[in-house]
């Protein structure tokens, strides 16, 4: 089983900041099969990013996916109020599927 | 649009069984795995399985193996869910999500999800 480890767990920012949320597998992602959901309060999760690096349909521009292998990151360029919520990785190349155990981006 | 309903929250005591119901709506219901996610109040995501709405093949996580039954009804475009022998720990917001089917080596992710359903197990 991949385990997939998030840092930091909690991210206090402002409106505007920069956030830069990593992601590490305790193995190898097949394929850069790995995708990124946003989890706003009481709502299911919404798909932001796959295959690593590629945005979902309707995701604006300032979210950006990157990495390979056991490494990712997840970066919003410029926090919107909307934006804060939590974030999980997730890897799908293998069987089980898992996530990450997620990162709260918070208000500062 | 393409959607997935979930059924109503339910209340079980330990030990009882609970079937959830997806219900999606939009596009070609065969082409597509449908997943199982569950979260914990205060927790994160935990994949459960999922069933192919094609041929009706299940593949569950290690950890469910002996709990969980997911099936698809064709005719009505609808996954369920059934988890038996239920315990506290079950309690948990239950999610459905699609993911296309590759007749390759591909993968893809879960990119449209129902809106949940609350299962408290409570005696």
């Known amino acids: 089983e991949i385990v997939l480890t998030q840092s930091p767990g909690t991210l206090p920012l402002s409106p505007g900041d920069r956030a830069t949320l990593s992601c590490r597998a305790s193995?190898?992602?097949?394929?850069?099969?790995l995708a990124w959901f946003q989890q706003r309060p009481g709502r299911a999760p919404k798909l932001l990013i796959y295959?690593?690096?590629s945005r979902a349909g309707g995701i604006p521009d300032r979210f950006s996916g990157s990495g390979s292998g056991t490494d990712f990151t997840l970066t919003i360029s410029r926090l919107e109020p909307e934006d804060f919520a939590v974030y999980y990785c997730?890897?799908?190349?293998?069987?089980?599927?898992?996530f990450g155990q997620g990162t709260k981006v918070e208000i500062k | 649009q393409v959607q997935l309903v979930q059924s109503g929250a339910d209340v079980k005591k330990p030990g009882a069984s609970a079937k959830v119901s997806c219900k999606a709506s939009?596009?070609?219901?065969?082409?597509?795995?449908i997943n199982w996610v569950r979260q914990a109040p205060g927790q994160g995501l935990e994949w459960m399985g999922w069933?192919?709405?094609?041929?009706?093949?299940?593949n569950y996580a290690q950890k469910f193996q002996d709990r969980v039954t997911m099936t698809r009804d064709t005719s009505i475009t609808t996954a369920y869910l059934e988890v038996s022998s239920l315990r506290s720990d079950d309690t948990a917001v239950y999610y459905c999500?699609?993911?296309?089917?590759?007749?390759?080596?591909?993968?893809?992710?879960?990119?449209?999800w129902g809106q949940g359903t609350t299962v408290t197990v409570s005696s």
């Open positions: 193995q190898r992602v097949r394929s850069s099969y």
């Open positions: 999500a699609r993911e296309q089917i590759s007749p390759y080596y591909s993968s893809y992710a879960m990119d449209v």
């Open positions: 997730h890897q799908y190349g293998s069987s089980p599927r898992t």
């Open positions: 939009g596009y070609t219901f065969t082409g597509y795995y």
């Open positions: 069933v192919n709405s094609n041929t009706g093949v299940t």
């Open positions: 295959e690593a690096s």
